[in-house]
């Protein structure tokens, strides 16, 4: 199976070069990786221009976004950019965070889940972060969920699901229409995947109420809206942020938002988050 990387890049000079030595080292290698140059005024540009000199299935292209690292739509427009330049000759798609260490056999891992199970829509690894010089698994980690830093995509699955929302929480539902789709994800606990920049570390003030505003347009409703608030504002021990989250979703509501999921996906998604939920209770 062919592997196609698109890493998306803002200001990555400290990282760039380790996740890149990672993805060059896989006993699998990715066909192609493309670089995408995200109004970057550090050296990123020429620290992945070295490796270009030495890798031919490297390539960076360069976009102008805002300088903000607002989450969600800045980085899938910049993953569109890279996407836009390869061929559809692949068999895996992935979307790369410009932080991260891989183990040496990830790619050759999740090419093989790939292949053994025909249903596997999407499949990843685990972030860790380090604290007191031990490498930790970061909070915000879920199971049933793979970070938006390390997604990988079956071609027919990604084409299914329509590719990935330039929103906030798209990295929430491209596992949830991909489910809508009958296909299914796949968490690989024991590839352990080194996060070097924990998530959320650069957002700005003015995110400060785009989950709420992406709860409301993921049809979430008002119930599972505020379970899911109180949920990831203690996983981010910073309970203020459920008073974030609601304003942004009763902003979006009141300003008639657009939604990012039709009438059906909504149901869809409402009726899995509840048995979901009522799984992890009883």
């Known amino acids: ?18 996740t890149l030595n990672s993805l060059v080292s896989q006993t699998l290698m990715p066909k192609k990786i493309v670089v995408v140059n995200d109004n970057s005024t550090d050296n990123t540009c020429a620290i992945v221009k070295d490796f270009i000199h030495q890798y031919n299935f490297i390539s960076l292209v360069h976009t102008n976004a805002s300088r903000d690292h607002m989450p969600g739509s800045k980085v899938i427009n910049a993953f569109y950019k890279g996407y836009a330049t390869l061929d559809k000759d692949y068999d895996i798609i992935c979307k790369f965070d410009a932080d991260l260490i891989f183990p040496k056999d ?9 292949k053994k199970d025909g249903s596997l829509g999407m499949v990843g690894g685990f972030c860790y972060i380090q604290k007191d010089q031990n490498w930790v698994l970061e909070n915000l980690t879920n199971k049933d969920h793979i970070r938006g830093a390390l997604k990988a995509y ?65 049809r979430y409703g008002f119930w599972i809206t505020l379970i899911a608030s109180i949920k990831l504002a203690l996983l981010k021990k910073q309970p203020v942020l459920v008073i974030d989250y609601l304003t942004g979703y009763f902003k979006a509501k009141r300003k008639k938002h657009t939604f990012l999921v039709s009438e059906t996906e909504g149901k869809f998604i409402r009726n899995l988050r509840w048995k979901k939920m009522k799984q992890k209770i009883f």
């Open 1 to 18: 199976m062919k592997t196609y990387i698109v890493i998306p890049t803002h200001n990555e000079e400290r990282f760039i070069a380790k």
């Open 154 to 218: 079956r071609k027919a699955c990604f084409e299914n699901i329509n590719g990935l929302k330039p929103a906030m929480g798209w990295d929430t539902i491209d596992e949830l229409l991909a489910q809508y789709h009958n296909w299914t994800i796949k968490t690989e606990s024991q590839l352990q995947v080194k996060h070097l920049k924990p998530t959320g570390n650069s957002y700005t003030p003015k995110a400060r109420y785009k989950q709420g505003e992406a709860f409301y347009s993921m």
């Open 106 to 114: 990830y790619l050759e891992k999740i090419t093989t889940s790939f």
